[in-house]
């Protein structure tokens, strides 16, 4: 059984950091990719970053330049830290993964299975 839990969300100003932290078990071996997407009430949930069992990672523009995805094999986390935020950087922030997937499969793969949620809000 696959469970993945954020951690790490709040309410930082314009320009604030944010690192948000993803446990997960139950996904493992040779290839999966891993990702964080966003959603604010009445838009669909969008990628923002990904990564794979190999490292490889992938940015939505959006993120490119502020956020960096990493994860620690060692202890089965994922982590979103995100600089210089600004306000439309506001929504629920979901980690998600999938088994059998490489990052240039992301982000239309990667979500089969999903945490809760953690809320980020950016205020000016």
């Known amino acids: 059984q696959v469970q993945l839990v954020e951690s790490g969300g709040g309410s930082v100003q314009v320009g604030g950091s944010l690192n948000l932290s993803c446990a997960i078990s139950g996904l493992s071996g040779r290839r999966y990719c891993m990702g964080w997407f966003r959603q604010t009430p009445g838009k669909e949930r969008e990628g923002v970053a990904g990564?794979?069992?190999?490292?490889?990672?992938s940015y939505a523009d959006s993120a490119k330049g502020r956020f960096t995805i990493s994860q620690d094999k060692a202890t089965n986390t994922l982590y979103l830290q995100m600089n210089s935020l600004n306000t439309e950087d506001t929504a629920m922030y979901y980690c998600?993964?999938?088994?059998?997937?490489?990052?240039?499969?992301?982000?239309?793969?990667?979500?089969?299975?999903w945490g809760q949620g953690t809320q980020v809000t950016v205020s000016s």
């Open positions: 998600a993964g999938e088994s059998e997937w490489t990052i240039y499969a992301w982000p239309s793969r990667c979500r089969y299975y």
């Open positions: 990564i794979d069992a190999d490292g490889r990672t």
